[in-house]
């Protein structure tokens, strides 16, 4: 919309082309890092709990 109200007003010589690259760009790259980032932190912590020996012994006197 932004984009829209400058190109009527001043003209698309106006707009920062750059910049709106830039948003566009970051509006990609941020879930994706997100994502990313959050995976690594659940790979991390279910290894940390999971693999841990007390957690094994347990299962296995559960399970077995």
Known sequence: ALI???ICIA???????????QVVISWFLSPLLGALI??????LI???TYWSSVV????????C
């Not at 959050?38 to 790979?43: E, G, Q």
């Not at 094994?56 to 399970?63: A, N, P, V, W």
């Open 46 to 48: 279910r290894k940390i």
């Open 38 to 43: 959050s995976y690594f932190i659940f790979v």
């Open 4 to 6: 829209g109200f400058g």
């Open 11 to 21: 003209g698309a010589s106006s707009i920062q082309w750059s910049m709106v690259l």
């Open 56 to 63: 094994r012994r347990i299962s296995k006197m559960i399970y």
